[in-house]
Structure formats: structure tokens, C-alpha cells
């Protein structure tokens, strides 16, 4: 059978679960497939469950590449998963060893910035020519395509804005460092402000969510909000004005047309972007502030495997 | 006579001074000549003094191409000047009306770009993968060179980092906004800072250095500190403090290999790049604040011409 040059699998390589999809050239998923990553197994273990996710996602197809996004340090050059926390992986050359067992070219790179990818070509960065990507989850981190290329950095390490030092952030982060932008600018940050406004006796139906203010979640926020808690939309306020701070360093320098948010908790919406955007129309020269489109990612669920497809299909495509 | 495929001309266009150097492709700056720009004279007149430096400094060689450094905002894809405050030009077309003067291709991109291109391919950041280059003059701006290729973002906006906001300066800045960078990193921000020491009865040597504190400059505060003085250390380190911190905000974001520092106000070394890597040091990660080299600028004078020229060789290639 031939290959098929437009159809390739995305794999969303987590820590807790993994999802495999096949995807057309122009992001839609034909089918997918999810399965517990149990990394606890060891690595050939996770890597036989890859496999296994290739051969069933695509079926009596045959697609052109694997692409996989995960999260931590990756050498996309050499395929290698360098230092990956949440997998216990360090040096890990996924992307050899999973093409040995599954018969097709695999490429890997970060999974924000496939995320990214996947925004930048068919989603809510499509027809904007720099796209900066911003994931809200448990921790938080960037990426940015440009023309269609990936910006990696030096030694790859490019995107890990999480840990920017933002003035008066008096949080320690799990980095070690104190007032990194993800002790608020995350699923994590927003349900620890949650946490300290219940714990402060502020009034709010927050406080009646949960028998312990720590199982507060970010998604509890959002929920009060849609109750007219004002506790609640001033805690997403508080963190939409601290990523506009954050984007204020970054957007002279970048001069993104578009930065697109991903992630858990950017699905607060608006209470969290109408901030943001106010505070960079504030706090920078119209010709960025007011330039730049800020917006909702599209693909909620499916970004990292739509993005690691698809990368992979322009991978293949320029050889 | 058959063109020189491996030598250019590069030029930089400023407002007050135009130098064109006859260039090799490895940097080596063969003849270079200075003109007086006077824009007064209307843009016609300023590129009839183009042509005729071109003409000069090519004497009876053929070089390829010509490329241009110009301040301010500039189209590079169709070689136009959107705006050039110094020169009060809108919407030039130079790189067309220069080709068809001179009868050479001529490419164009603002002055900092075309002075970071010349520093990673032939001056400090050479052997670097990304460079990020900052000059400290009248203003204060950046460019990001990654793998030889200039990133420009949005618009063609990137790089104007000398009007990020940063917390703590009081200062208003020439374009409108208070806090910018460049209200203290730059010349004019050092110089700033030397008269305010004055004018506050601080004891130091700028105060016998000029009949009014107004006529002090930054060269005048690198002398003063040459001299051993503790308020010329003071402002120095302030203004290192405060490089270090917008580039705290930058560097996990861009992961650069090198940062290279030029323009003017550069030339005060150590002094200024010492508080420099300790601020990024305390607020970076070592894989971001150990990692990234600092280093001033190669080329004092002539980064602008070199770049240019060798930018212009490298898109001649590319045919």
C-alpha cells in the first residue's frame, strides 16, 4: 500500500495520560486513541503503549510520520527526550527507538511548542505570520512560530516564560527561584489565589465549593465567576494584568501579530483576556499594543496531537 | 569586468553622518568613506550622495550588491523606509531608487539589525547560534540574529526594546510613555543620570568636568569612573542593574546564546557588564543566567557598514 503523504499521527505525550491521533494536512482528526502513560513501567513499557496507539489510531491506513510532543527538554535535531520530569526520562532517543518498533519517521519536539504549531497553522493562529503560544496548565510556557518555522533558542531552551521574575510576586516557585510568572500565571497559580482569598475570609462561593479551601481548582474559579462572584473576577483579573505585565516585556521585542492561549485555565476566557489585553494597551506604544491580536487557542483538547502531526507532515515534506 | 561574488558595499545611514565601506565577505572592511548626510537637502540629494560613496568606494572594483543600515522602521522585503525620524522620511523606496542609480542590487534593514548580523557572523557573537544584539546610543534598541537569519516579528516591529516598561523608572520617555528602558540604558539615560548626581550635590567629578551639568555625556561618565570615581560606579551599576533586569524578562523567552552590546555607550565595559551578568545570575536559572554569554560589541565603528554589506552577500546567495 502507499504511503499517504498527507496524513500523519500526533502523539500527546503527558505524564498521566498519552493521546495518539490520525491527522489530515489541514488538522482534522480523523480518529484517536488515549491510554494511561504509566511511566512508572519504564521506558520501554511507555514506548511499547506509543506503538501499540500508532498501529490502532491508524488502522488500514498508512500515514506519512509520527509526530510526538512532550513535555520537558527536547533535542528535536537528534530526537531525543533530554530531561522529561513527569516521565522520570533523561536522554531518551524516543524518536529512534519509536521508529524502530512502529516502520515510520518520527520527529519530537516540546509540547507547547506543538501546541503552538497546531495554532499557528489551523487554529486560532491561522493567517497571522508570528504567532506566540502561551499554555496555562500546571506550570506555564511559550513558544513561537514564525512563518511557519519553530523558534527553539539556544540549546532549545526557548519558551520557558514561566519562569520570568515579575516584580512583586511574592510566591516561591518549584524551580527554587521566587516571583517566577507561573506561581500565578497557571491552573496552579489560579487555584492557589483562590486558596488564599478563602483562607483570608474574604466573602465569596468559593468558600462553600469544597470542605478544604486546597482542593480548590482554577475551574472552581471560573464557575464562581459565572455566578457573579466578584471575589473570583478579581483573583482572574489579578492574573490577566500579570500575564499582560509578562507580554509587556515580551511584545516589543517579539512583535508577535497574534498570542494565542492555551492550557486548562485560559479557559476562563474573557475575565482573564479582557485584562490582559488592557493592561498591554496600558503599559505599551499602540503600534504593539494595540497591534497585537490576543485570543483563545481553538483546539481545547487536541492541540498537542494536531501540532506534532502536522509538524511532522512539514518535516516530511522538506526532504 | 566580471562582479566580485564574495565582496559588497555596506552603508549606514544615519542622520547626521552616511559611511560606506567596501567589504569582504568575512567582515574585512577594505575602503570606507564619510559623507554628512543632511537630510535638509531632500531625499533626492541624500541618495545622489549614496551613489556617489557607492561609486567612490567600489573604485574600479564590482562588488555584488549594496546593502543598507538605516535607523527606524523599514520594510525589508520591498526595500522601503516606512520611517526615519532622523532622516524625516516616509515611505521611501531607497533600496529601487538606489539600484537604479547605482546598477547594483541593494538591500535594506534597520541599523540594528544590520550591526547584530555583522556581530554574530564576523565579531563577538561569531560561533554562536543566537544572538541577540543590543546598541546603546541616543536610544536604545535590539535584534535577534538565530542561525544566521534575522527575526524581524510582526510588522517588522521586533526589536524595540528600548520602550519596554519597566517597573521603578520614573522617567518620561521621548515617545510618550513613562518607565521605557532607554530612559537609562542608553547614552542619553547615563547622561541623565550624571547630571541628576550633580544637580543633587553628590560629591564626584562630573560636577568640575563642564561649566553646566547639562553638557555632561555617558563618555564623560566612563572617564569619570576611569578616574576612581564612586558616583560615576553608582550610575554605571544602576544602569547595568537595569539592563539585567529587562533582559531577565527576555532571556528564557528567546534563549540566546550571546548577547552583544554596542553602540556608544557600550564602550564603558566592565563597569557596565559586570552588574549586568549578576542580575541575570540572581534572577535567572542557571540553564538561562549561567548559560548565556554577555560580551561587548567587535566592531565600534564600523558594525553597521559590515553587516550591511555582508547581509547583503548572504541574500545574494540565496539566488
Request: charged residues 20%; proline residues 5%; glycine residues 12%.
Amino acid at each position: 500500500m502507499n504511503i499517504e503523504a498527507r496524513v500523519a499521527i500526533g502523539i500527546d505525550l503527558g505524564g498521566t495520560n498519552v493521546v495518539a491521533g490520525l491527522v489530515q494536512e489541514d488538522g482534522q482528526v480523523l480518529a484517536s486513541e488515549r491510554e494511561r502513560t504509566r511511566p512508572e513501567r519504564g521506558e520501554s513499557a511507555v514506548i511499547e503503549t506509543l506503538a501499540s496507539l500508532v498501529q490502532r489510531v491508524a488502522g488500514d491506513r498508512k500515514p506519512a510520520a509520527v509526530g510526538i510532543g512532550c513535555p520537558g527538554f527536547i533535542d528535536p535535531l537528534r530526537g531525543v527526550v533530554l530531561l522529561a520530569s513527569n516521565l522520570a526520562w533523561t536522554n531518551v532517543p524516543l524518536a529512534a527507538k519509536l521508529e524502530a518498533r512502529a516502520g515510520l519517521p518520527v520527529v519530537l519536539d516540546n509540547d507547547v511548542r506543538m501546541f503552538t504549531f497546531a495554532e499557528a497553522k489551523a487554529g486560532a493562529g491561522q493567517g497571522y505570520p508570528v504567532v506566540l503560544g502561551l499554555t496555562l496548565g500546571t506550570g506555564m510556557s511559550a513558544a513561537l512560530v514564525h512563518q511557519g518555522a519553530i523558534y527553539r533558542g539556544g540549546g532549545f531552551l526557548a519558551g520557558e516564560v514561566g519562569h520570568i521574575p515579575i516584580p512583586g510576586i511574592p510566591y516561591r516557585c518549584s524551580c527554587g527561584l521566587t516571583g517566577c510568572l507561573e506561581t500565578i500565571a497557571s491552573a496552579t497559580g489560579i487555584a492557589r489565589l483562590a486558596r488564599e482569598t478563602v483562607q483570608a475570609g474574604t466573602p465569596t462561593v468559593l468558600a462553600s465549593m469544597h470542605e478544604r479551601a486546597e482542593l480548590l481548582t482554577a475551574a472552581d474559579v471560573s464557575q464562581a465567576y459565572a455566578e457573579g462572584d466578584p471575589a473570583a473576577a478579581s483573583i482572574l483579573g489579578q492574573v490577566g494584568r500579570t500575564l499582560g505585565e509578562a507580554l509587556s516585556y515580551l511584545t516589543p521585542m517579539l512583535s508577535p501579530d497574534a498570542i494565542v492561549i492555551g492550557g486548562g485555565a485560559a479557559q476562563a476566557g474573557e475575565p482573564l483576556f479582557a485584562p490582559l489585553r488592557r493592561t498591554l494597551r496600558e503599559r505599551l506604544l499602540p503600534m504593539y499594543g494595540d497591534r497585537v491580536a490576543v485570543v483563545q487557542a481553538k483546539h481545547l483538547d487536541h492541540a498537542g496531537v494536531i501540532g506534532s502531526a502536522m509538524y511532522a507532515l512539514s518535516q516530511r515534506s522538506k526532504e
